[in-house]
């Protein structure tokens, strides 16, 4: 692979969108269909991460309760140096990238100059890998950025192939979001990702103290309530619907036998909803709930048998110390 040109950061942009507004309004329209129909009715939580949701989420990493994303930075911090000069990747391909803040510590450790030369950013929201993109190639002139904009169900297989050793960035416990048998659907996928002789680091939030999970996930601010309510709005964009996102209390809370906390938009009184996209009447009795998202939280055991399912390999585990575990980084290889 040619080195790239640090005198030209534009040369070293390219932004592939797979994401068009026809196909993103068909499957949130299937899905709108298909959970409302449901019980509990039910939106997946893909839908939050319009550009207005992905800036609300990086607020919500910022919020003192969030502790899932200050630990998962410590760890970084504390592992990057050691893990870029061991792997030394040629690529870095992240998957739900944001605003790639936290790649930022991989991208400045010591030895990346010497052996890196690809950022693979992949979101589904356009306007924030764009904006990252330009500020990536400017920050690292040794770095070409090749972001991709898809969806996790259907568009992996659009990330270019390996051209050397990679290292896959699965961050933020979003692994945790995937319910089993669509974790290990996706797990498989990201085996294809990898490559023959790569390696991925998965964040993944550990078991823990019921009251600090639901505080992460309903923090005083009202972040994450004005996060869960955007979904509506987004429902009523692409879909005419007229949701009114202030009717609907936010809920967050821990379910002890799954291992999960769940989001819940909880309607104040009873409602009638129109989708005009869909010709949908959406009735809502006072207190039914709209279950918008999961996240599983693990331990070492069960992310072990996760990904030995799916045929990889746990190849190293690290995990906070102070004041507890709070957040597991586990790096896995094809098996």
Do not use: C
């Not at 568009?155 to 319910?179: E, Y």
């Not at 023959?196 to 993944?204: F, Q, R």
Request: net charge negative.
């Amino acid at each position: 692979m040619t080195p790239p040109d640090p005198e030209s950061p534009s040369r070293r942009l390219r932004i592939d969108v797979h994401v068009e507004a026809a196909q993103f309004g068909a499957a949130l329209a299937n899905d709108v269909r298909l959970g409302f129909a449901a019980t509990p009715k039910q939106i997946p939580p893909k839908y939050f991460y319009d550009d207005v949701g992905s800036e609300l989420f990086e607020r919500i990493t910022q919020q003192p309760e969030y502790y899932p994303a200050r630990a998962e930075r410590r760890l970084l911090e504390m592992v990057a140096a050691d893990l870029m000069a061991r792997l030394r990747p040629i690529e870095l391909v992240e998957l739900g990238s944001g605003s790639s803040s936290k790649t930022r510590i991989l991208l400045g450790a010591a030895s990346a100059p010497d052996h890196l030369q690809l950022y693979v950013p992949f979101d589904v929201s356009e306007g924030i890998v764009r904006e990252s993109a330009k500020k990536l190639v400017n920050e690292y002139p040794y770095l070409s950025v090749h972001g991709v904009i898809g969806d996790f169900e259907s568009d992996l297989p659009k990330i270019p192939a390996p051209g050397g050793a990679r290292l896959v960035l699965f961050l933020g416990s979003t692994i945790g979001n995937l319910h089993p048998p669509q974790r290990h659907v996706f797990l498989e996928r990201i085996r294809e990702v990898i490559g023959p002789h790569g390696h991925a680091l998965v964040g993944m939030d550990l078991v823990k103290e019921r009251s600090a999970v639901e505080r992460a996930y309903d923090d005083a601010a009202g972040v994450t309530a004005a996060f869960n309510r955007n979904l509506l709005r987004v429902i009523n964009r692409e879909l005419d619907a007229d949701f009114v996102p202030e009717a609907f209390d936010h809920v967050a809370l821990f379910n002890a036998v799954e291992s999960r906390i769940e989001m819940h938009l909880e309607a104040r009184e009873a409602q009638f909803v129109k989708v005009g996209a869909l010709g949908m009447d959406v009735h809502l009795r006072s207190g039914e709930r709209i279950w918008t998202e999961a996240s599983y939280k693990f331990s070492r055991a069960a992310a072990e048998r996760s990904f030995a399912d799916a045929g990889l390999a746990l190849a190293d585990w690290f995990t906070t110390s102070e004041p507890s575990e709070l957040f597991g980084l586990a790096l896995v290889t094809t098996a």
